[in-house]
């Protein structure tokens, strides 16, 4: 008779096998997590059947992680990417060197999509989180992944999300809007041209189209002083200083092993205190 470890053994490397089969790189790795995810033979079938049909592992999973955070995610929704963990920390950098003025801090999450962004900082920093996004797949597991941090979330398109009474207050606007230009979604890996939902991933013809439309509003939102982050590709950086500085943004660029973030201060209006100046970049 065989010892509960030789079976055990023999089930996994049979998972390993499939998912080797299937074209999986990291197949021991998600041999394991499927292993772990599923209760049962039946449960793990079932979610070996979509890993072998080229489901992205966190769909399959029911969910991501990001900076150890469980972030929920499915069928419908863009998996948030390790290289944006670089965006969350230099939120997290911001809101450490904020003067103590006794305010919790307005943070937004725009373009929220699972509304990774907003919890990854909301679970270090107390502050006022809202996030928003257009699509109702993407406001659904927002709403299921920020219940635990006390976000709001609404669905709507970019600012029209909003309340009203957010204008001119929020600190931090987080904004990883869709940036891929539109002739290059076709030559996306599978999981992401199959999986993921176009208006996650097409940012128009240079992919910068949405961030154009969260720049031209995004002073009437920040305080002065307020900072926007967002993440383009390398070859986008200087198209979307410019798209930024057009706007009162003070750009600056984070660069991380495999991430660009683009952050940018509001600038006061020209018709504002002049005794109001924006905190250092
Ligand atoms: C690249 S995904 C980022 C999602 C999430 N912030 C993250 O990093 O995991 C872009 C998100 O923008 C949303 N989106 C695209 N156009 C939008 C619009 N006009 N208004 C609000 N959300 C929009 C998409 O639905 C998608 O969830």
Redesign the pocket.
């Known amino acids: 008779m065989q010892s509960d470890g030789t079976l055990v053994d023999a089930r996994a490397r049979r998972v390993v096998a499939r998912l080797r089969a299937a074209g999986c790189v990291s197949a021991e790795e998600e041999a394991e997590l499927l292993l772990a995810e599923a209760p049962d033979d039946g449960a793990l079938e079932r979610l070996l059947v979509r890993r072998e049909a080229g489901e992205p592992l966190e769909h399959v999973l029911g969910w991501a992680e990001l900076l150890g955070l469980r972030v929920a995610v499915g069928p419908g929704v ?1 998996v ?1 990417r390790r290289r ?1 963990e670089a965006l969350v920390l230099e939120a997290r950098r911001l809101l450490g060197e904020r003067a103590g003025d006794g305010r919790r801090a307005v943070v937004v ?6 509304g ?2 907003g919890l990854a900082v909301a679970a270090t920093h107390d502050v006022e989180l809202h996030a ?4 109702p797949t ?1 406001v659904g597991y927002a709403r299921e992944n920020l219940r635990r941090v006390g976000g709001h979330v609404r669905q709507g ?2 600012f029209e999300a909003l309340p009203p009474d957010l204008r001119g207050r929020v600190d931090l606007l987080l904004a ?3 940036y891929v230009p539109a002739s290059a979604v076709a030559l996306l890996p599978a999981e992401a041209r199959d999986h993921e ?1 176009r ?3 097409d940012g128009g013809p240079d992919g910068l189209d ?1 961030l154009r439309r969260v720049a031209a509003a995004a002073t009437d939102w920040l305080r002065p002083g307020g900072h926007l982050l967002t993440e383009t590709s390398e070859s986008q950086v200087p198209q979307a200083r410019r798209v930024l500085a057009t706007h009162r943004l003070r750009p600056r660029v984070v660069r991380s092993e495999d991430a660009v973030v683009v952050a940018a201060v509001a600038l006061p209006s020209p018709d504002a205190d002049p005794r109001v100046r924006p905190a250092p970049a």
């Open positions: 863009f948030p944006t999450d725009l373009c929220c999509g699972s990774a962004l928003a996004d257009v699509d993407a398109d970019l990883n809007v869709p939902p208006v996650a991933l949405v």
